[in-house]
């Protein structure tokens, strides 16, 4: 079949809303920009990790505890999901791994962000997790078979992650002066980068285009990001946060919250390595991976001796 | 790559899981694992942590023989003329019942 010929079909399955699975004639464009993507939001549940771990110790309750372990125990899963859903492209998890640590794939640039206080715990839950879920809703649609339903499964696990958050807000927010100065702190801190997770503006983005036509995206950056900032505008009003944007305003006629222009110059800088905790969330990941090791040579070594014990009893 | 050298990131292995008793097994996801045991216990941490199944498989993907996306025409194309194997396919004479 020729490329042009290949390339008709392709698009028209994608037109008739069928679903590409990994074994299926696909352009060199649509396998790169999916692996790319799958293994960059991959990198991201496992990063995402490491801000939320650093208050299980300090967590204020037993409850509160359990809910922050299971949250977490969650994104690990979910980072499984995604790899499985990049490996069925036909490439390793060590690759991908090894692609993290030597910085040539990228994670989340939100998590680069430190977690100050327990407030930041309700933030994360509420706001990141809440554009997360704007998102993933979206890309549950998308034409990749194993990558859309990951994300069905990702967002059926991560209702009660958006839940758990804003009840730490809420409660805080019905606290003493201090309990609500915390929780406001952390919502002036978590805006701005939670409205950054959706990308860059529908005119800048340089991958967009192709991927709505490959259906690898449905819906564009802006009206995603639209759509998280009318339903959290809402809910932060609700409970007395004030969202820290002095233009933020009503519009009658399309019934959207206008938010003020985005600080795009700190986005650049923090996804090209500048941001507060880039530096000590890769070392963490290496350091940790590293010290694994053993542990996956026990594993494998037992594994061996298994193997060789079956063999023999045949005889 | 020198970062590496230590990882072995085991072989893959698919996941089926059995929601409720009597129901059948249905393809969960897949994972990485050095043995069975290690396999069932990653199946239950990953794929059954909200009361999903009741019972776990795990075969290692390598076993799994599957049909090629251009063998979909010889597997299922034989099926599209023998409507004669559903039920509807027969007309029955007006009034009849309990058929």
């Given amino acids: ?28 464009a649509y396998r790169k920009t999916l692996l790319r993507q799958i293994s ?10 490491q801000p939320e771990g650093n208050w299980v110790l300090r967590a204020p309750s037993l409850r509160a505890k359990k809910i922050l372990l299971a949250k977490i125990q969650d994104e690990g899963g979910h980072g499984l999901y995604l790899y499985s859903a990049a490996e069925s492209l036909g490439i390793d998890r060590d690759e991908m791994i090894g692609q993290l640590h030597a910085g040539k794939a990228k994670y989340s640039s939100v998590f680069n962000y430190p977690t100050l206080t327990w407030a930041d715990i309700g933030a994360i839950g509420w706001l990141v997790d809440g554009a997360a879920i704007v998102n993933q809703t979206m890309l549950a649609k998308c034409s990749f078979g194993p990558y859309s339903r990951a994300m069905l499964r990702i967002c059926k696990e991560e209702g009660f992650h958006q839940r758990q958050g804003y009840e730490i807000m809420a409660r805080m927010m019905s606290g003493t002066a201090a309990q609500k100065e915390m929780a406001q702190d952390a ?6 980068p939670s ?16 991927s709505m036509k490959w259906k690898i995206k449905v819906e564009s950056n802006d009206r995603l990001r639209q759509r998280f900032i009318n339903r959290t505008v809402e809910q932060a009003h609700h409970i007395g946060l004030i969202v820290p944007d002095p233009l933020l305003k009503y519009n009658d006629q399309t019934m959207n919250w206008e938010a003020g222009p985005i600080n795009w110059e700190e986005f650049y800088k923090v996804i090209n390595g500048d941001g507060p905790c880039n530096h000590k969330r890769m070392l963490h990941h290496i350091k940790y991976h590293r010290e694994g090791g053993w542990v996956r040579d026990a594993a494998r070594a037992f594994a061996e001796k298994q193997q060789e014990t079956a063999d023999t009893s045949i005889y | 790559m020198g970062m590496n050298t230590n990882d072995n990131q085991f072989k893959q292995w698919e996941v089926f899981i059995q929601p409720r008793s009597g129901a059948p097994y249905e393809h969960a996801g897949s994972l990485h694992a050095s043995d069975q045991q290690m396999a069932l216990q990653n199946a239950r941490d990953v794929y059954a942590r909200r009361s999903e199944g009741r019972s776990i498989w795990v075969v290692p993907t390598v076993s799994i ?26 007309k029955m004479p007006k009034g009849t019942t309990g058929l």
């Fill in chain 2, 65 to 90: 023989a599957a049909t090629k996306p251009e063998d979909e025409a010889e597997f299922f194309d034989p099926a599209g003329d023998k409507l004669y194997r559903t039920p509807n396919f027969y």
């Fill in chain 1, 187 to 192: 919502m002036n801190r978590w805006w701005w």
């Fill in chain 1, 1 to 28: 079949m020729s490329d042009e010929m290949m390339l008709k079909q392709f698009q028209s399955r994608i037109d008739n809303g069928e679903k590409i699975e990994p074994g299926d004639p696909m352009p060199d």
């Fill in chain 1, 40 to 49: 960059q939001h991959a990198h991201s549940e496992v990063i995402g990790m």
């Fill in chain 1, 195 to 210: 409205l950054m997770m959706f990308g860059p503006h529908d005119t800048e983005s340089v991958h967009s285009s192709e």
